[in-house]
Structure formats: structure tokens, C-alpha cells
């Protein structure tokens, strides 16, 4: 629908968020009734999450009317019922409502997504989905348990406890935290017949759910299917929407002899059928939950139910790769990194920046007195480079670069205020993102935080984003606004690669089955390298394929679809090209 000025419906609800306080970041996600864009706050620089409700439901029945008296929470506006609930509710595991009107809720943002969208990127040694660490889960779920204790002691029932609606945040260094979100189900625990029939995932909804019927016991069910999901690797029942609801009224759940007998009787206790025979609370069940963690249990998964793109042969292949050697003339030191670019591919070194063109011609771009951090626009149009020390370190450098002669024009940009504050001493990369704005990323060890700091092309900050872990590597995606990065988390961790977007901001953990070294961005994916193999992962950080024999390069990249450049790490430049082709990768090519 467009109004008299030309806009349609979204565009001025989004204009209308862009006026007042906040700035949008992108559109986290949207369903029937709402929109959550990303947002940070103009003037503290934090993150928060804008739901604009498209079909405000208020309170009708006489018992809602009474309790939002009581509480004080009518006013000129009409509120919805999530509103009234999140009003009413503070637990750092349940998703804080900071603002909330008939139309907009303003929320907490979790910048690790949901727990649906963190399993799709966590990974076996066999590289199956949806493997997380013991010490994850028991994180997770106790965070769950603890939300529900506190819910359920408030007079609410939630009724739709699934991986999708529990998001995830880092608020302490390599910890992941859950928070309870989206109460549009919710209702009081002295209405049970209040629970919807309409079931958002009839996956892991409890028997009584089905009959419009829900109370404390069926939010342990629900949590009870999420921990054999976690547990075993797959959800005890599938099949339609009938068939669901048959398996969960009459069928019993599948235990693989590898779970233990403790960790049956948990499960078996979660999900009975008969509400009464369940944990009495949800504190009896994180007290049961705890002692089988006690316990020094190795839990082994089985196959994981995973979608068509994911069936993928993950096959050892031994690359017979023939590489053909390129001249380099003109680049004196060992290449720092490659970009690819719209053009050909971006050779980086300490000291210089050329352009390898897509006829294999070499242009050099420009030469530095010092090292620094260089990078080129996704597009090829302009590169920044800042000094790296502090010598000559009033002035870093702007240019703009021509398709024929290499660049046009190169001018300084002076390192002041922002620009040299911590003077470079702990900066990770530079990275210019668009046709206007460049990053200087900065990671604190000691905290264990990262900064994403966003400066315009003449030098100006514009704000800030971070996440509380450290990084050692990283570089641009082929996505727009995407980096990848290394994690510098502590040896005891799950190897990760994290996949940075900043439109919405959101930080994806890739975990790892092996301690990764290095990590090159590819046309088509990723190629995430350890000390004994390298994986090939897909745009969307899906495994395609274990390689064995590409060699050890310093920086690697795409040339076109099918052909790599390849950067050795002898002191002495040398690059050569291979056919990727030859791999069969049919997937990708």
C-alpha cells in the first residue's frame, strides 16, 4: 500500500525509527505481524533490536483489562500483549523490553542470532551439523532453565520455547549467553486453556499443545526437545503437521544406546506424554540437568537430519593441482594479501599495493615509505592505506584508482582525534567496506574484545561496533558489508572462524573441528586452513569438501570462478594460478 506522498507502509515506518533516536542497521528479520530492523542508539552508540508490529493486538477480555490496570500499564496508547508481558519482566535470560507502544518494542539485541541459526554453523570432527561442545550446552541450557524458573514464578507461560525464539549473545568473553524471546504466545499461568492452537513449530510442542491447552510442564517439554536435539543430534519426531501430533500423543522418542542411562531418564521424565509425570518445575529439571553434567560423560551424536545442501559427500580429495607460475615484476617483498575485485585481484605487500588485471597484466598502484595497513574498495574504485608504526604517523592516504593508468590521484588524510586514538598499536586490519566508508578494526587481548571502527574517506568517525572476542585475522567477504575473521579464543575453546555482518550487525561463530591457521576468502566460499587439512566451505559456511595437497600458501584468491591465485610464503614474491576446476567441484562451478 503506498500513501499520498509516494512511500508504501514500510518505507515510513522505517522513516519514521531513522527520525527519532535510533539509526538502522537492517532488517534482522520479519514474520506475520512484525519487522525487527538492527539498530544503534545516535548518541550512547548501543545496539538495540526495533520490532514494528504490523497488527497491534490489544488486551479485550475483562481479566487482560484488570491486570493492566493493576500494573499501571495503560496509557493514551494502545499496548500489545507482549508488551504488557516484557513490561513486567527483567532477567538477564529473558530479552529485556526497554521501550514498548502499541506498534514498537525495543529490545535487547543479540548479535549471535538464534540458537537455530548457531547450530547450522557448529560442526563434528566428520563435519556433521549441529554438533556443539558439552560445556555449550550446559551453558545454554541452564540459561534456559533459569529464564523459565524466573518466567514461571512471574505468572507466565511462554508456549512456544523453540531453537528459533532463544537468541544468543557474548556479554562475557567466549560464553555464550541465551536469552527467551517472542512471548506473542504467552499467557497467564492461571489461564492454561489461553495457549493458541495455531502452533508456530508443532517440532517441539507438547501433547496438550495440540488441544489448546499449555502450562509450566509444556515449556519443559519444549525445552526437553531442544536438549535431545543438542544431545543426539536430531529431533525426536518429524513428519507433517498430523503426523506430529500423533507421534507426540502416542509415540515414544528413540534413545541411541551411546546416551547415557541417566541422560534417559532425564529425557524420558521431559517428555512424557502426561504432563503430571514431567518435572514438577523448572528448577527440579535444572536441578537434574546439573548432576548428569556432573557427570564426565562423553555424548556421542548421531547423523543430523540436515537440509538437501547440506548432503554433501564430504569426501577426502587428493588435489593433483598443476599450478602454472606468474611474472611479478615490480613487487619486491613477500605478498601481505589478495583481494578480488570487479577487475582482477589486489596484491598486497608491506610497503605497495598493484593490481593483477584479468589479462594477467601487473599494475603497481602505489609504493609507501613505511608499512601499512592497505585496503581496496569492493568495487576498485579507491584504496586506503594508514601507517602501521608510529613514524610519519600524521598522515595516512587516500587515492582513487583508474581502470588504464593505475590510479588518478592519491591524497594524504590526516591521523587526528579518532584516527589516533591508540595510536595503531593494536590494530588487526583496515578494510574499506563501500564506495564511502572504511574500518579500522582494533582488537584488546587483555579484554578480550574486538572494535569495529567506522571513519568516513576523509578521516571522520562515524561509530563504533564491537563483541567481546579477540581476533588474529581478518578480511572482506565476496557477501557486501561481510568479513570473516580468526578468533584468538583460548586453547581449551572450540576452534571458530566468525562470520561478521555488519548490515544488520550480527557475529556468526563458525566452530571448527581442527585449530584453523589461516582463512582465505574465495569467489564461491571459503578455504579454512589447519596444520594437517584445509576445508572448503561454501558462501553460505557450509562444508563442501576436505582437500589434501593445495600448497601451503601465504594469502590465496579468486581470479574468476574457477581459476586461484596463489601466494607463496618465501621471501622471494612468487605467485602462481591454478584451475580449481579440477577438484570436480560441481557444487560451486
Known amino acids: 500500500m503506498v500513501s499520498d506522498d509516494g512511500r508504501s507502509h514500510s518505507q515510513r515506518n522505517r522513516t519514521s525509527i ?31 533490536a526495533i520490532k514494528q508490529i504490523r497488527h497491534a493486538r490489544r488486551h479485550t477480555s475483562e481479566e487482560g483489562l484488570k491486570y493492566e490496570q493493576q500494573n499501571g500499564l495503560r496509557n493514551e496508547k494502545e499496548t500489545t500483549k507482549e508488551a504488557v508481558l516484557l513490561r513486567q519482566l527483567y532477567h538477564p535470560n529473558i530479552l529485556k523490553c526497554h521501550v514498548a507502544s502499541e506498534q514498537r518494542l525495543i529490545l535487547d539485541y543479540c548479535e ?27 551453558y545454554l541450557i541452564e540459561d534456559i532453565l533459569e529464564g523459565l524458573i524466573y518466567l514461571h514464578r512471574h505468572g507466565v507461560v511462554h508456549s512456544d520455547l523453540k531453537p528459533e525464539n532463544i537468541l544468543l549473545t557474548m556479554p562475557i568473553p567466549n ?35 495440540f488441544e489448546g ?21 536430531d529431533r525426536p519426531f518429524t513428519g507433517t503437521h498430523h503426523q506430529l501430533q500423533r507421534a507426540h500423543k502416542s509415540d515414544s522418542p528413540y534413545f541411541p544406546s551411546t546416551l547415557p542411562p541417566a541422560v534417559q531418564h532425564l529425557l524420558s521424565t521431559a517428555l512424557h506424554k502426561q504432563p503430571g509425570s514431567r518435572f514438577a518445575n523448572a ?13 564426565p560423560v562423553h555424548l556421542t551424536a548421531k547423523s543430523v537430519s540436515a537440509p538437501a545442501s547440506q548432503n554433501i559427500d564430504l569426501a577426502t580429495v587428493e588435489s593433483s593441482l598443476r ?15 589478495l583481494t578480488t575485485l570487479p577487475r582482477g585481484c589486489c596484491i598486497v605487500t608491506k610497503k605497495s599495493l598493484h593490481i593483477l588485471t584479468k589479462r594477467r597484466e601487473l599494475m603497481s598502484i602505489a609504493r609507501f615509505k613505511q608499512p601499512c595497513w592497505i585496503s581496496v574498495s ?26 588504464r593508468s593505475g590510479h588518478q590521484w592519491c591524497r594524504s588524510i590526516t591521523l587526528k582525534s579518532r584516527l589516533l586514538t591508540a595510536l595503531l598499536t593494536d590494530v588487526v586490519q583496515t578494510i574499506a567496506i563501500d564506495s564511502r566508508y572504511f574500518l579500522r578494526i582494533r582488537t584488546a587481548r587483555e579484554l578480550v574484545r574486538t572494535y569495529l571502527e567506522c571513519f568516513t574517506r576523509r578521516g571522520q568517525f562515524v561509530g563504533e561496533l564491537r563483541f567481546n572476542q579477540s581476533i588474529t585475522q581478518i578480511m572482506p567477504t565476496a557477501t557486501p558489508y561481510q568479513l570473516v575473521a580468526l578468533s584468538d579464543d583460548s586453547p581449551s575453546a572450540q576452534p571458530v572462524m566468525l562470520l561478521i555482518d555488519l548490515k544488520p550487525f550480527k557475529v556468526r561463530t563458525v566452530r571448527l573441528p581442527f585449530i584453523p591457521q589461516q ?31 593445495l600448497p601451503n600458501s601465504r594469502a590465496i584468491a579468486s581470479l574468476d570462478n574457477r581459476q586461484l591465485l596463489l601466494a607463496n610464503h618465501a621471501t622471494q614474491p612468487s605467485l602462481s594460478i591454478i584451475d580449481a576446476s579440477a577438484l570436480n567441484l560441481g557444487v560451486i562451478f
Not at 531513522?18 to 548501543?46: I, K, P
Not at 527440579?284 to 553434567?293: G, H, P, R, S, Y
Not at 574504485?381 to 583508474?402: D, E, T
Open 519 to 549: 582463512v582465505h576468502t574465495l569467489a564461491w566460499g571459503y578455504l579454512v586452513v589447519g596444520e594437517q587439512m584445509t576445508v572448503l566451505l561454501d558462501r553460505n559456511a557450509q562444508p563442501v569438501t576436505l582437500l589434501k595437497g
Open 323 to 337: 599450478a602454472r607460475s606468474v611474472v611479478v615484476h615490480g613487487i619486491t617483498a613477500s605478498v601481505d594479501s
Open 283 to 295: 528448577a527440579d529439571m535444572l536441578d537434574a540437568f546439573k548432576k548428569v553434567e556432573s557427570d
Open 213 to 233: 491447552y499449555s502450562s509450566i510442564a509444556s515449556d519443559l517439554y519444549s525445552v526437553g526437545i531442544m536438549l535431545y536435539e543438542l544431545w543426539v543430534g
Open 175 to 209: 560464553r555464550l549467553t541465551a536469552k527467551i524471546s517472542d512471548f506473542g504466545c504467552a499467557h497467564p499461568l492461571d489461564q492454561p486453556n489461553q495457549s493458541k492452537v495455531e502452533i508456530g513449530s508443532p517440532y517441539y510442542a507438547a501433547p496438550e499443545r
Open 18 to 48: 531513522c527520525d527519532g533516536e535510533y539509526r538502522l542497521l537492517g532488517l534482522v528479520g520479519q514474520g506475520q505481524f512484525a519487522q525487527v530492523y538492527c539498530a544503534v542508539h545516535r548518541r550512547s552508540g548501543r545496539l538495540f
Open 112 to 138: 549471535v542470532g538464534t540458537l537455530r541459526s548457531h547450530l547450522s554453523t557448529a560442526f563434528s570432527s566428520q563435519f556433521k551439523p549441529g554438533h556443539l561442545s558439552s560445556l555449550t550446552i550446559k
Open 378 to 403: 569492493p568495487n576498485g574504485r579507491w584504496f586506503v592505506a594508514l601507517p602501521k608504526s608510529n613514524k610519519h604517523r600524521s598522515q595516512g592516504m587516500i587515492g582513487k584508482l583508474s581502470r
